[in-house]
């Protein structure tokens, strides 16, 4: 009993299944849309009949299909040029209109930087050091007293001096008294004057030599070692102190010779030291010869140091600002490459054709991308740009001046 039930509901699926194939289309030969295709009820009754009639008034039966607008005489490649080839409706897509701008061409360069001047601070005679009027890291002024020198008997050279003059100027105004009165030849006043100008001399050496005893600094600075000691024996080549000139400061570092052209005396420069100061100087030497080794040049950037903020020796980046160069700045959303894999970006001109113009990146920077090579002003697409190809004519919206909620960087809405 339980067999004939599952047999019987079996064999209503059946039933059910064959009505259903029944309403459907038989496809012979595939020769195209509306051709070959037969109803599948035909096959039982071929001039029509009571199932025929019943699927036609119920609805269910299937007609063969007349066509989809498409013609089936056309190869596979007339289809796609009519679909997506020159015959195809225009392409919509949407431009920003980009105009040139002056670009900052920067050189970065690495090194340190270094005191204008070290200068060691000598006495122009011999003594012993009787005071030391600074201490080391003490700020001077050109002219400031460093060290004094026991005087010796310098002063007595001067006292010396000076009754010599005495002498030698009495000497010559008595010969000039008895020359008025005849009393003397005219020419026995220039041995007399020769003395005098020898005595007045001697005077102003012994005067020098009493106030080189006071050693002063030339330059301002910072005092460093080697600094001297009271009791010390000074000669020519022994420093009273050493002064470190910080004002102006120096950068130095090298240009790599493919950019040495660029360099420039004048220059504007910003340079950030480690320690996370920005300074701004210019360029103020430039090397004529490179450095064998690295091929380099030489070069040094003059900063204002009048705090003495900025020390001697401290690593530091200096960009040099070389000049400006004519360029677009571009979201980085609207590069693409063509065929040949160059990158570029597809713009739209006044025939409302397409256009690919490669381009070179000069600078990247949070705002956009800084590139060359596109005419001064130009409509790039920015929506759509990959379904479109060069030469294709295209339905474009410029959105230049449309507000910020189009979704334009903001670097496309300032270029305009």
Known sequence: MRAIYSYGIAGIVVLALAAWLA?????????????????????????????????????????????????????????QAQTSGTEAPAQTVRTVTFAVQPLDIEVPLRGRTKAKASVSIMPETTGVVKTVHVAKGQKVAAGDLICTLGQGTRPAAVAQA????????????????????????????????????????????????????????????????????????????????TVVQLDPMLFTGTVPEARIAYAKLGLLATIKTITGQHVEGKVSYISSTADPATRSFAIEIE???????????????????????????????????????????????????????????????????????????????????????????????NVTDAPAAQGEAPAARAAS
């Open 303 to 397: 900063i204002p140091n009048t705090d003495g903020a900025v020390l001697d020796g401290v690593s530091a980046e200096a960009t040099v600002n070389v000049g400006t160069a004519p360029a677009h700045l571009l979201p980085q959303s609207v590069l693409t490459l063509d065929d040949k894999g160059v990158l570029g970006v597809r713009a739209v001109g006044a025939d409302s054709k397409v256009a690919f113009y490669p381009v070179t990146i000069m600078k990247d920077t949070r705002e956009g991308i800084w590139v060359t090579g596109l005419p001064p002003k130009v409509d790039i697409i920015t929506v759509g740009q990959e379904f479109v190809q060069a030469g294709q004519t295209v339905k474009a919206t």
């Open 23 to 79: 309403t459907g289309t038989l496809v012979i030969g595939g020769r195209g849309p509306g051709l070959g295709e037969t109803p599948i009820v035909s096959l039982v009754e071929e001039g029509g009949g009571p199932i025929t009639t019943a699927l036609n008034q119920s609805g269910l039966a299937g007609e063969p299909a007349e066509g989809d607008g498409v013609d089936p005489h056309l190869t596979i490649a007339e289809r």
């Open 162 to 241: 000076e009754a010599a003059l005495a002498r030698a100027r009495q000497d010559y105004d008595t010969n000039a008294a008895l020359r008025e009165k005849g009393l003397q030849p005219a020419n026995s006043a220039r041995a007399l004057e020769v003395a005098l100008r020898a005595a007045e001399s001697g005077l102003e050496n012994a005067k020098a030599e009493l106030e080189r005893t006071e050693v002063r600094t030339q330059i301002a600075g910072v005092v460093q070692d080697p600094l001297a000691q009271v009791g010390s024996m000074l000669g020519g080549t022994t420093p009273c102190a």
